[in-house]
């Protein structure tokens, strides 16, 4: 079997830790863009968070805003350039705490911006502390005895917040897998679709293992998705409008 080239985009290898998930990532978001052939009409705003590194190896414009306001971000980007393919890759912690006025507010006015969610249950850049993703009794940095609803309140699952918001597209995905995967790039051409087409504000959460924080090796991080995080966060299209 011949091995499939990495995408040109890339200029530089990934520094992310071995087994993370949003090397993943960037390398399906490389293929679509360039599948698309719209690497020059894309600009990718990306969070503070270890998510944002991708502009260290992807050479696409990027556009960084303060932590957490992307929904704001991308919203001023899509109006003063309607030209262009918005987008932002940012992490639970940027789109679902300090950002969660932002994020809601952009599906409230169902803009027409994309936003890939990068969900691995925890802040990962700052040590691995407690996310709104973080779930009930999972231990994390900042609640070494577990996450419960009385000290740390529900965790977020974005499903339950935008199920039933008037935008275009609500999906999650995961990375643990060859079906996986191609099911997350499907996802993110059908949302990069649906923004082309004006139909309204994307969101798709992939589900992302951080083995560093976890303290799993890679292969017990995927395995760990798949049998306990993708049990609490629902996978599927939850919106396809
Ligand atoms: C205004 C502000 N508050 C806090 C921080 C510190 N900070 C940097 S990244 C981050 C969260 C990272 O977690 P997440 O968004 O889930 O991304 P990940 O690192 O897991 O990809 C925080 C709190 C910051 N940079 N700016
Ligand atoms: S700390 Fe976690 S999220 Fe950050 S690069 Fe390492 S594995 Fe990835």
Redesign the pocket.
């Known amino acids: 079997m011949v091995p499939k080239k990495a995408p040109e985009l890339f200029y530089d290898e990934s520094r ?2 071995g ?4 090397g993943i990532f960037n390398r399906i978001l490389a293929e679509v863009l360039e599948e698309m052939d719209i690497v020059s009409d894309t600009i990718i705003c990306s969070d503070i ?3 944002h ?1 991708f502009q260290f190896w992807m050479n696409v414009d990027a556009i960084v805003p303060p932590h957490g306001k992307m929904g704001a971000a991308i919203t001023a980007m899509k109006r003063v350039r309607p030209d262009k393919n918005i987008m932002t890759i940012a992490g639970d912690g940027g789109a679902y705490a300090i950002g969660i006025g932002e994020t809601t507010s952009a599906a409230l006015r169902n803009e027409n911006v994309v936003m890939f969610v ?1 969900n ?1 249950t925890l802040f ?2 700052t040590g ?1 502390q407690l996310a709104p993703t973080t779930m009930i009794d999972q231990k994390v940095a900042s609640a070494p005895l577990g996450r419960t609803v009385e000290d740390n309140g529900q965790n977020t699952d974005v499903f339950k917040l935008m199920g039933d918001m008037d935008i275009a597209y609500l999906a999650r995905t995961s990375v643990t897998s060859p079906a996986n995967i191609m099911k997350t790039k499907k996802a993110v051409r059908k949302a990069i679709e649906k923004h082309q087409a004006g139909k309204g504000f994307c969101l798709v959460e992939v589900l ?6 976890w303290h799993m090796t890679p292969a017990k991080s995927m395995e760990y998705i798949d049998e306990v995080v993708s049990k609490v966060y629902e996978l599927g299209e939850k919106i396809d409008r």
Do not use: R
């Not at 087994?19 to 949003?22: N, Q, S």
């Not at 992302?208 to 924080?213: A, F, L, M």
């Open positions: 992310f830790c087994g993370c998930g949003h968070g270890c998510n590194q990068m691995n990962g850049m691995g992302v293992p951080c083995p560093t924080n």
